[in-house]
């Protein structure tokens, strides 16, 4: 079975530009969140999407979008670009079960530079 | 506070050894654990999870909780230098619409 795939895996972007980012999930799984990993801050959640709807979001500003697609895939935007959102971006797909356990798998990552 | 709290490290164990990881939660209501390693350059990669009291072992993994105390460890037996890597520990509600929070890593080396 396929792994979680994300694409570009690299992105270079100046101030002001906006970016777009996809997340191709496990076959199967219907919930996609989103991460935010930088060295100062760790990872940070961005949003998860399930069933085409945003469920959790995290605390970011509205520059940080996304949605997800009726096939799962979902795609993220961040637009007005700063310096300080150059990072790994990770998106991780999971399969949501009524059990206490939600685990996830995460793709590769799109890392973004941004000049 | 911060939700999930982990020793950031490094945490320098000789091969062999037991390499011992250590993460508290601050939300009592988490009933989800998981353990995910991270090499340098790569993604999370999931190699544990837990959900009830007690020890949970996979090959030369264990994963311990303790819910009335609000701490989950992950023990590595035998260490390896290919257990070099950051060890993140994340914690969930009991729903599966619960966000899953992560800490913010611990650094493992295992040196020869």
């Known amino acids: 079975k396929a792994g979680v795939t994300q694409t570009p895996r690299y992105l270079i972007k100046t101030r002001g530009q906006q970016v777009t980012l996809s997340c191709s999930p496990i076959s199967g799984h219907r919930s996609v969140s989103w991460y935010q990993q930088t060295p100062g801050q760790g990872l940070q959640f961005l949003f998860e999407?399930?069933?085409?709807?945003?469920?959790n979001k995290g605390n970011f500003p509205g520059r940080f979008s996304g949605r997800q697609f009726s096939n799962s895939r979902s795609e993220m935007n961040v637009s007005t670009l700063e310096l300080g959102d150059s990072a790994l971006y990770l998106c991780a797909s999971s399969l949501p079960r009524d059990s206490s356990y939600n685990e996830q798998f995460f793709g590769p990552g799109t890392r973004l530079t941004v000049l | 506070q911060k939700e999930v709290e982990q020793n950031s490290g490094p945490l320098s164990v000789p091969e062999g050894a037991i390499a011992s990881l250590n993460c508290t939660y601050s939300d009592r209501g988490s009933q989800s654990f998981f353990w995910y390693r991270q090499y340098s350059g790569k993604s999370p990669e999931l190699i544990m999870f837990?959900?009830?009291?007690g020890d949970k072992e996979d090959g030369r993994f264990t994963a311990q909780l303790n819910k009335a105390s609000q701490y989950v460890s992950l023990l590595i037996r035998d260490s390896q230098p290919s257990d070099s890597a950051t060890y993140l520990c994340a914690v969930s509600g009991y729903s599966s619409a619960s966000k899953i929070i992560f800490g913010s890593g611990t650094r493992l080396s295992i040196r020869p």
């Open positions: 999407y399930f069933s085409e709807t945003q469920r």
């Open positions: 837990i959900y009830s009291n």
